[in-house]
């Protein structure tokens, strides 16, 4: 029976039932003291107890055998499976064997933290060696070493370009060749040809000047760096000039064909002349701000602005990764810590805690002993109160109103067990 059960259940339910069975025993001990006194039994000779006694004391006996039955398991409990582990537990524990313990915590406490602390490198050096991340890297070191020689070679780290944005360039440019396009279809229409092949040539010449004015203009801007450059920059201009001139000429001749006077003719030539120059120039002057002095710098401007911009979004991931696997490892280190300060503080208080346990098992031990030992005694006082109610009631109801003499021996006391057994010392 469970130590708790016993103090909280059985107690209550076992007064109640012995109670029951005195107030029934006491009921009996009337009627048969009635019966057998009104027959004169025991005899007045009689020196023998009567069976009806014998069998009034075995009743009581037995509740006394059920008694120590369930108290003494309940002592045996807490006597063998608790009080003495604490005490030996007690005599074996000294501030040296605390100190082992406490060296012993320590210890595991470092092999744990060594081990997480491995752990947690090799798996940095796994993020941190991903192939991804370490040919990402390598790629942007490999630009950023030829980027660094640029920049010192070139004395700057920006695009010498005005014309921005580099679309608005772009449109420029169409809209140049669209400028050209209804004055050099003009110009074919005089062949006679066919429509689509008209607008075939028109259109090769509409591509061609803002090709040439952007091809003028880079030179132009790049003319330190080649020396052939200048060169190209003025065989373009002379080109672009005699396209202008002939394509002039022929829109002249085209309308010469329709009738115009030779005054407007010789107007109309040097104008179209002039705005396919004009147009020319345009497109280089834009194309001149739209470049840098340096096709190796914008290469390597844009290749390595590139690979940063690459870069940056693989290590802020490995960033993210080593972010995570750092707060799991503060995480585990802290779990550590604190299963060591649980351990050291169990160890320093372990006397302590054990001096309480102890009393307390103790306390409970005598609890239940005192119990069973007051129960004992009631039994045994119930017990008597039965044989007297018997023999009072017995001597009522006798014609001779003699007691026998068997009565006259003292009553002996019930076989007790919890009178003997002593109390557990709670120091």
């Known amino acids: 029976m469970e130590t708790d059960v016993f103090l909280n259940e059985y107690q209550k339910e076992l007064d109640l039932k012995l109670s029951d069975k005195h107030r029934l025993n006491l009921a009996n001990s009337n009627k048969k003291g009635e ?16 069976p009806y006694e014998h069998e009034i004391r075995n009743n009581y006996q037995a509740e006394v055998e059920e008694l120590y039955k369930n108290g003494r398991q309940v002592l045996d409990d807490l006597k063998d499976r608790n009080y003495k582990p604490v005490s030996n537990e007690l005599k074996e524990l000294s501030p040296d064997k605390i100190q082992l313990l406490l060296n012993e915590a320590g210890k595991e406490k470092a092999r744990k933290l060594e081990e997480l602390n491995n752990n947690h490198l090799d798996t940095v050096k796994d993020i941190e060696n991903s192939p991804h991340y370490q040919t990402s890297k390598k790629r942007f070191e490999r630009i950023k070493n030829r980027w660094e020689e640029v920049t010192k070679k070139h004395n700057r780290e920006e695009l010498n370009i005005h014309f ?33 092949l008209t607008l075939i040539m028109a259109g090769v010449l509409v591509i061609t000047l803002p090709f040439l004015a952007h091809a003028a203009g880079k030179i132009l801007k790049q003319a330190k760096t ?12 002379l080109t ?3 396209v202008s001139y002939f394509t002039a000429l022929l829109r002249t001749n085209y309308l010469e064909e329709l009738g115009v006077p030779e005054e407007q003719l010789f107007l109309d030539q040097w104008t179209f002349f002039t705005i ?30 590139k690979e940063e911009e690459a870069f940056v979004k693989v290590e802020k991931e490995i960033n993210d990764k080593r972010a995570a696997e750092k707060n799991e490892y503060d995480i585990q280190r802290k779990e550590i810590q604190n299963e060591y300060s649980e351990k050291t503080a169990l160890f320093k208080n372990r006397i302590q805690d054990l001096n309480t346990q102890k009393i307390q098992i103790a306390g409970n031990y005598n609890k239940v002993l005192a119990f069973c030992q007051g129960m004992e005694r009631k039994i045994n006082s119930n017990f008597k109160e039965a044989i007297f109610n018997y023999r009072d009631t017995n001597l009522t109801f006798r014609n001779n109103h003699k007691q026998p003499k068997s009565w006259a021996e003292m009553l002996g006391n ?8 002593p109390e557990l010392d709670k120091s």
Request: hydrophobic content about 50%; glycine content about 4%.
């Open 276 to 305: 396919g120059i004009i147009l020319f120039l345009v497109g280089t002057i834009a194309s001149f701000f739209a470049h840098d002095d340096s096709n190796e710098f914008v290469e390597v401007y844009h290749k390595f602005h």
């Open 164 to 196: 921005k944005p580099y679309w608005a360039y772009i449109l420029l440019l169409f809209a140049i060749g669209i400028a050209e396009f209804p004055l050099n279809n003009q110009v074919f229409v005089s062949f006679r040809e066919t429509p689509l």
């Open 226 to 237: 080649h020396k052939i450059y200048p060169f190209l920059f003025i065989l373009l201009v």
């Open 35 to 50: 019966e057998d006194g009104k027959r004169n039994l025991p005899s007045v000779d009689d020196t023998f107890v009567t």
């Open 414 to 421: 019930l076989n007790g067990y919890f009178s003997d057994i």
């Open 240 to 242: 672009v000039a005699s």
